[in-house]
Nanobody
């Protein structure tokens, strides 16, 4: 399975960005897809996950500002990020799992994209 992210960029505080993730190389519906982020010197942090039934989980730091959603095509995922803050600046990674969902432990996900950079300036 390969995950490819897109949609990162630079924006001023209060702005919005939409990240996309597309999976390829897997003929079935992935059980879980989600987003993690990482800043230099910090551990990867869970942002949001969604299982194939549509149940979502959000980190407290993004609740009310970020929205995770599934695309109409199988194994596609979006992250709508509104009211962005400088502390949201990070490399954002799409993750996936075939059997479980909702964990904030990055090492429990064995399928990762290459990442897309999000930079929010004050």
């Amino acid at each position: 399975v390969q995950l490819v992210e897109s949609g990162g960029g630079s924006v001023q505080a209060g702005g919005s960005l939409r990240l996309s993730c597309a999976a390829s190389g897997y003929p079935y519906s992935l059980y879980c897809m989600g987003w993690f982020r990482q800043t230099p010197g910090q551990e990867r942090e869970g942002v949001a996950t969604m299982d194939r039934h549509g149940q979502s989980h959000y980190a407290d730091s993004v609740k009310g500002r970020f929205t995770i959603s599934q695309g109409s095509a199988a194994n596609t995922l979006y992250l709508q990020m509104n009211s962005l803050k400088p502390e949201d600046t990070a490399m954002y990674y799409c993750v996936a799992d075939r059997v479980r969902c909702g964990s904030w432990l990055w090492y429990e996900y064995n399928i990762w994209g290459q990442g897309t950079q999000v930079t929010v300036s004050s």
